[in-house]
């Protein structure tokens, strides 16, 4: 990857300046959600989450359709490829971020963030749990500092029904995370992205269709920008810009990014929200950002993450959870597409 070294040529700096600036967007966008998502659900507005989350999925479904057509990557032919797709978009896309917007609504949207961090560590067990990635003591150290941070948010109490489904956000993203290796690799990122949020729309239009040809002809103004601001920033252009991203930087780089959204929603949510970080909280969450980084950082998750992408032509790289992780909710580095496929071209 392109470093700020000033012997570096200047275009060698530039692509740098690029690469990190463009990682900040990518941060904060998905961060604006947590904050513009609970605007948009909050009076006067009051957008519900089911309509929130089906004009995201309806947003993402048209985007990477029309890339997946446009740029031509690899077809699903096979039937099995399509259930598996299907798995995917029900934990990848219907679970996790409908049970986010609805525990986001009802909690805080600091608290909301800092829970979802735990992302890493359900990754990491449940990796260790099916064989597919060992568990080391440094791991385990990190998931229980983790865990220790997760109850003193909590206040050391069952948690509350929003920090409850922000939890069960964590674990169905864990759950894709782990499962979706095997169709990344095969069919790349594009077709991946367009069947998962295509079944995705289908699977949730039930509910959220409903909810959303309801409501939305009753949205002020302000309501409908908000409600395309989430669309379009912390859906569309987020994943755009991480998949461009992760075809230049490594997966490390772009995990430590990821450890700045806790802060960018903190100050988002104080101007726009008028959120107060209490000492707990804060607390709370430095003790669970430190277990994280401990888990992201151990030596099973990280190695081969810092070496760089192979050539379009050449062969795939060694696969491992943390690659997908660093990529949002499944757009993968591109050591996990398949040789050849040019399924990202952004």
Not at 57 to 86: E, I, K, M, S
Not at 114 to 122: D, E, G, K, S
Not at 229 to 251: D, E, G, I
Request: net charge positive; hydrophobic share 55%.
């Amino acid at each position: 990857m392109p470093t700020s070294d000033p012997s570096k040529p200047p275009g060698e700096r530039r692509a740098s300046a690029g690469i990190h600036a463009a990682l900040f967007f990518a941060t904060l966008a998905f961060a604006s959600l947590s904050v513009e998502g609970k605007l948009a659900m909050s009076p006067p507005h009051d957008v519900s989450p089911t309509a929130l989350t089906m004009a995201r999925f309806l947003g993402g479904a048209v985007v990477f359709a029309g890339a997946h057509l446009a740029l031509r990557t690899p077809r699903v032919a096979r039937r099995a490829d399509a259930l598996h797709l299907a798995v995917l978009a029900f934990f990848g896309v219907v679970c996790n971020q409908a049970l986010f917007l609805v525990g986001l609504r009802i909690t805080s949207a600091v608290s909301a963030t800092l829970l979802i961090a735990m992302i890493p560590v359900f990754t990491a067990a449940l990796a260790a749990l099916t064989g597919r990635e060992p568990f080391s003591r440094r791991a385990g150290v990190g998931t229980a500092v983790a865990l220790f941070g997760a109850a003193m948010l909590t206040g050391f109490a069952v948690p509350r029904l929003g920090d409850s489904f922000a939890l069960v956000y964590a674990l169905s993203t864990a759950i894709y995370v782990i499962y979706a290796k095997s169709a990344l690799q095969r069919l790349g990122t594009v077709t991946v992205m367009a069947w998962v949020f295509g079944w995705g729309t289908l699977m949730f239009a039930p509910v959220g269709g409903v909810a959303l040809v309801r409501e939305a002809p009753s949205w002020s103004l302000p309501a409908a920008l908000l409600v395309a601001f989430c669309v379009l920033v912390p859906t569309v252009m987020a994943y755009a810009v991480n998949a461009w991203v992760l075809r230049r930087a490594s997966p490390t780089l772009v995990a430590i990014y990821v450890f700045l959204r806790p802060p960018l929603v903190a100050l988002l949510a104080w101007i726009q929200l008028d959120e107060a970080l209490s000492t707990r909280i804060a607390a709370a969450g430095l003790v669970l950002l430190a277990g994280v980084t401990i888990v992201a950082t151990a030596p099973s998750l990280l190695a081969g993450a810092a070496a760089p992408p192979p050539p379009d032509d050449g062969a795939p790289a060694r696969s491992h959870s943390l690659a997908l992780l660093a990529a949002n909710h499944g757009t993968p580095h591109p050591s996990q597409q398949p040789a050849g496929s040019g399924s990202i071209k952004t």
